[in-house]
């Protein structure tokens, strides 16, 4: 499965989020992995197969392998990630190695085991929480971002 998403620049809290895994992200990954992610936002929500992913910091936190480009990388998702967010954890700087800037657009190869149903509920719920808005959970600085993460989650529109 192909999944498009657009750059953007990303709040600066990954780093520290995934530096409770740096053995299995390696063990994962194959290679250590850069400090950082790379922040992705499709324009509708994909919701990942929690029966397929990789967990880690006490089931707090998950990845999935998937491909970006010839780069080995892993999505990585938290509860109450919005269904649009997507960071991806790699063993190279992936804005160097593909040549991407905020606005580029990248496909990551998912595989088809790793999507699960959106109900339409959730579809719903997202389109109201963001479908006008999939840029603004790194872009905003007020607090619907949170609001809206936190009512993605107790609704169902939510990894």
């Excluded at 520290?16 to 299995?24: I, K």
């Excluded at 992705?40 to 491909?67: G, I, S």
């Excluded at 009512?151 to 939510?158: H, K, N, T």
Aim: aromatic letters at 8%; charged letters at 20%.
């Amino acid at each position: 499965m192909r999944l498009s998403g657009q750059v953007c620049a990303g709040r600066g809290l990954a780093s520290q989020h995934l530096a409770t895994a740096p053995q299995e992200l390696e063990h994962w990954l194959g290679a250590p992995p850069v400090a950082g992610t790379l922040n992705l936002v499709t324009n509708r929500p994909y919701r990942l197969n929690t029966k397929t992913a990789k967990v880690f910091d006490e089931d707090h936190k998950m990845v999935w392998p998937a491909r970006a480009g010839d780069s080995p990388v892993l999505v990585y998702r938290w509860p109450g990630c919005p269904l649009h967010v997507f960071e991806l954890i790699s063993p190279v700087r992936l804005r160097d190695a593909l040549g991407l800037a905020d606005g580029d657009r990248l496909q990551v190869h998912l595989p088809a085991g790793h999507l699960a149903r959106v109900s339409a509920s959730a579809w719903v719920v997202w389109a109201l929480l963001w479908g006008l808005r999939t840029g603004r959970y790194y872009r905003s600085l007020g607090s619907y971002p949170a609001l809206a993460e936190g009512l993605g989650l107790r609704l169902g529109a939510s990894q």
